[in-house]
């Protein structure tokens, strides 16, 4: 019939998909319609969001010039199923709508290799969603051919090969397209090598370029070690000696990530809603939260639970500046993350696991006012504070952080002297050269970096020569090393015999390798140890 005649179809169903963790699943939505007194219900737990979009469908089917659901005296009734699973946010208006549309036969298509997202305005247009680039990885797993999104979001969808992704504007240019009376053109998949190549062009002057960072060269072997293998840093000394600048150059320096990497990440960005304009994330996180963040809005959680920090900074950096300053639950909240590369959020309903392999590089002054150990300046803190105040990384926590170094005020003729030392393109490109190193030794393991070994694979691939054993026995003896700062020490030496081309760890890498985690006695960290 037309607009206006009702022939009653039994239930129909449309689907479209939920995030759960950084995974989506299929939702069917299910919509049945019967004479009676007029009722708008909707089942199968849905959270607030979702029970408030029935004013906003209706208004949307009623400015789209179809007939809404109160202009009739229709019971209607839709069920989200999988009905034990709660149900969140705007992104059902657009199928329940649909499904409203088929159920009164307002307009007649076949959705079964279809997958509808979309939140609708009044006036029917859509608006943009999160969690698109999840629910259409799914759609192309599960055998959808296409996925109709909002036309803002089609640039994330469109990452996705092998599935049909159509951006529409409003309720009603769709309707027209799914009866066949208007065209809309799949969106074009993109090329992620070509993207990559663009976007890197765009964005080249927007890191600090290491070579601006004047002396320090200690410090920037480090970040350059770091980089190489994936290692957790910390830097440690006066307030203004270049600790900030150096962990923002890091940035310039880290190898670009691989498209499936890059996938993972833009995953975690795209349930945030944190996909702004570019489609794909190619540019490896780097995240800086404020010491006053809470420890949920660190690790991830919340009675949605939705990625932290440590997920946002998946594959790239987390950066934490005045680490003593962190409450000391959102630190100690770090140690497991760091230990497995991901984290669990568990709730009293379900558990849900976020990626985050993230490289930790915390700065700090060894201090209260900060000149603990400088030569020139006289600190004025008592030695109980400073030990109190050191005491807020907890051993645990310090154990963890592979590379530990002291950056010192540098002299004048240094800090006016002309920048000099490599530019971090070239940096970067030694950088990548011992990645790529890392992903020939690892490749089927799962693994990317040295930093990511296991007991198991340190045994296979830090093998010493007999000089180099002899080293390290006797810092172990000597400095009371847990198995795993002994293990440390081989994958840092690991990572510096990869930047020197070498198969078997020598006896200098291992050297420089303690260095980086053993202090000297006149060191300003050197109680904290």
Known sequence: GGRDSF????????????????DAFPIEVEVDSTPGLHLFSIVGLPDKTVEESKDRIASAIRNS????????????????????????????????????????????????????????????SLRKISGVLPITLMAKRRGFKEIIVPQENIGEASIVKDIRVIGVRTLGELADYLKGKTQ????????????????????????????????????????????????????????????????KALAGILPRMSQE????????????????????????????????????????????????????AHRGVLFMDELPEFPRNVIEALRQPLESGEIVVSRASSSVRFPSRFMLVG?????PCGNYGDEAKACVCTAQS?????????????????????????????????????????????????RQVQQKRFAGTGFQVNAE????????????????????????????????????????????????????????HIAEAIAYRIKPENDPLASAM
């Not at 570019?278 to 800086?288: A, L, M, T, Y």
């Not at 700065?363 to 201090?367: H, K, V």
């Not at 109190?388 to 592979?402: A, C, E, H, T």
């Open 363 to 367: 700065a700090m002054n060894p201090c």
């Open 453 to 508: 070994m296991g007991p198991r694979e340190v045994k296979k691939y830090c093998q010493v020569d007999e000089a180099a054993e002899n080293l390290i026995k006797n810092a172990v003896t000597s400095h009371n090393l847990s198995v795993r700062g002994y293990h440390k020490i081989l994958k840092i030496a690991r990572t510096i015999a990869d930047l020197d081309s070498k198969d078997i760890i020598q006896a200098h």
């Open 261 to 312: 990497e890059a996938l993972e990440v833009t995953k975690i960005y795209s349930i945030c809603g944190l996909v702004n304009d570019q489609p794909i994330i190619s540019k490896r996180p780097f995240r800086n939260p404020h010491h006053t963040t809470s420890a949920v809005a660190v690790t991830g959680g919340g009675s949605w639970p939705k990625p932290g920090e440590i997920s946002l």
């Open 7 to 22: 022939n009653i179809m039994p239930s129909v169903r449309v689907f479209s998909g939920a995030v759960k963790g950084i």
């Open 184 to 247: 809309i053109e799949a969106a074009e998949t993109i090329d992620y090598d070509r993207f990559v190549k663009e976007a890197q062009e765009k964005n080249k002057d927007e890191d600090l370029d290491i070579s601006h960072i004047k002396g320090q060269e200690n410090a920037k072997r480090a970040l350059v070690i770091a980089a190489s293998g994936g290692h957790n840093l910390l830097l440690y000394g006066p307030p203004g000696s270049g600790k900030t600048l150096l962990a």
């Open 386 to 434: 400073i030990y109190k105040y050191q005491r807020k990384i907890s051993g645990p926590v310090l154990d963890r952080i592979d590379i530990q170094i002291n950056v010192p005020r540098e002299t004048y003729e240094k800090m006016s002297g002309e920048a000099e030392g490599p530019k971090s393109e070239e940096i970067g490109q030694i950088v990548a050269g011992a």
């Open 65 to 124: 010039g179809f007939i809404a659901p109160s202009q009739k005296n229709r019971k209607i009734v839709v069920n989200l199923a999988p009905a034990d699973i709660k149900k969140e946010g705007p992104a059902y208006d657009l199928p329940i709508a649909l499904g409203y549309l088929l159920a009164t036969t307002q307009l007649k298509f076949d959705g079964k290799d279809k997958v509808f997202l979309g939140e609708l305005s009044l006036n029917g």
